[in-house]
């Protein structure tokens, strides 16, 4: 297949400039023929003035992934285009000439034919999955029903910027200690391999018995210094057994269930988890999705395989012919103010303007730990500090205190 550039002119006399894929020529202009446009110019490009030239070096590179800024950009672009009535193969081969990600770029190439093909919009999407997930789909197959396409687009970029705010959040939290546990790690190790090592020969010329604590140091040291290679490979290899098992389905549910288990830091992650699932379900259902499809569409975008789980049991009992309340009750993983929101939202059928409010005050109350994190996190940090000057204070200061009261004597 050929790559053509072309001059076009629309129904309102608009000129349009673009590039498509084409048999020939004479396809090409049944293609924007198809598109109700006027070919006034189409010209074969070189495989040198085409990018896909380079296709045998571009293959060996890896493919940028599409990140969850392209897909927002994407959203709000495809609004605008709807909204404006653009026909849509026309305004996807202009996204995918004009985005700066190849993937996507790609992506968007391959739904336009689809399309030209006479495949529906859903299912057009939906066979690209690693960029659109089942919640955008299921979103896509409302407005594609109900003939408001561009509705749909505006609620996925409406939550996917808001998914965005709150993973930033996530981030946020778990920065700090992160690195407060890789800065003391450090100093432990510049510790004992660099700063003990020097106090052991002062002490071993001294020729003095040396209190347990002491030998206890110099005997961690002398192991680390001995032994550093094949410490440092054993902490990489557990690294990589580390990600080896939460990339498994059992160690990623363990560890997704463990980190929401730590003090404080686990209520924060466990409530910003909370508002993007709420706020996911919220939006589906004021959407026009029905109950049980959108759990099922929200439940993979949670980010936390141990909510997904009960999000899927919740589906299950719906299915069974159980109210929401009692489904998300049973699963023990939501709060009581969630609970109560569901209660009211069945009571009165606004089930999704209540899992909007509860989104919106957990995105606050989220917010404002965040902002008071340090607080949090300053007195276990002074504790560590204070941990590492007394075992410094009983192995290294007790000796050298001892060798200046002999040397007084």
């Known amino acids: 297949m050929a790559h053509f550039s072309y001059r076009a002119k629309t129904s309102d006399g608009r000129t349009l400039n673009g590039e498509l894929n084409a048999d020939s020529a004479e396809a090409a202009a049944e293609q924007l023929d198809a598109n109700n446009l006027i070919p006034l110019q189409i010209e074969r490009l070189s495989r040198a003035q085409h990018p896909s030239g380079n296709a045998s070096l571009a293959a060996l590179l890896p493919k940028p992934k599409v990140t969850l800024n392209d897909l927002i950009l994407f959203s709000r672009q495809m609004y605008s285009v709807t909204k404006a009535g653009i026909p849509l193969i026309q305004g996807l081969e202009r996204l995918a ?17 689809d399309l030209e093909s006479g495949r529906d919009v859903t299912s057009s999407f939906a066979r690209h999955p690693k960029v659109f997930n089942s919640l955008y789909i299921s979103l896509l197959r409302v407005g594609e029903m109900t003939g408001q396409l561009e509705k749909s687009f505006e609620s996925m970029h409406n939550y996917l910027s808001r998914d965005r705010d709150t993973i930033n ?6 920065r700090y200690p992160l690195f407060v546990v890789v800065a003391i790690g450090i100093a432990i190790a510049i510790l004992t391999i660099v700063v003990i090592p020097a106090f052991a ?11 347990l604590p002491t030998r206890i140091i110099l005997g961690v040291s002398a192991f680390a210094v001995q032994w550093w290679q094949h410490i440092l490979v054993g902490l990489i290899a557990a690294g990589f057994a580390f990600k080896y098992w939460t990339n498994t ?5 363990r560890w997704d269930r463990s980190i929401l288990s730590i003090p404080r ?16 379900f919220g939006i ?9 499809q959108a ?23 719906i299915e069974r012919g159980e109210s929401v309340l009692r489904t ?4 023990g993983a939501f709060t009581p103010i969630i609970l109560q929101m569901i209660a009211v939202g069945e009571e009165t059928g606004q089930l999704d303007d209540m899992m909007m409010e509860v989104a919106d005050f957990y995105d606050r109350e989220v917010a404002y730990d965040i902002d008071n994190l340090s607080s949090i996190i300053e007195p276990i940090l002074t504790v560590a500090v204070g941990i590492m000057v007394l075992i410094l204070a009983l192995g290294v200061f007790l000796p050298m205190w001892d060798m200046t009261q002999l040397a007084s004597r």
Do not use: H
């Not at 589906?284 to 049980?292: E, F, H, R, S, W």
């Not at 998300?328 to 699963?331: L, M, V």
């Open 97 to 113: 000439e004009s985005t700066p990600n190849p993937t996507l770029a790609g992506v968007l190439r391959d739904i336009s034919r």
């Open 169 to 174: 959040k996530i981030k946020t939290a778990t």
């Open 201 to 211: 020969q002062l002490f071993s010329s001294a020729n003095m018995e040396l209190p």
């Open 249 to 253: 389905a059992s160690g990623r549910l």
């Open 265 to 280: 830091i686990g209520n924060i992650l466990l409530r910003a988890t909370l508002a993007r699932f709420t706020r996911a």
């Open 284 to 292: 589906a259902l004021k959407a026009g999705v029905p109950i049980t």
């Open 295 to 317: 759990l099922a569409g929200v439940a993979p975008t949670t980010g936390n395989t141990f909510i997904t789980q009960k999000i899927n049991t919740m589906q299950t009992g």
């Open 328 to 331: 998300a009750a049973a699963t």
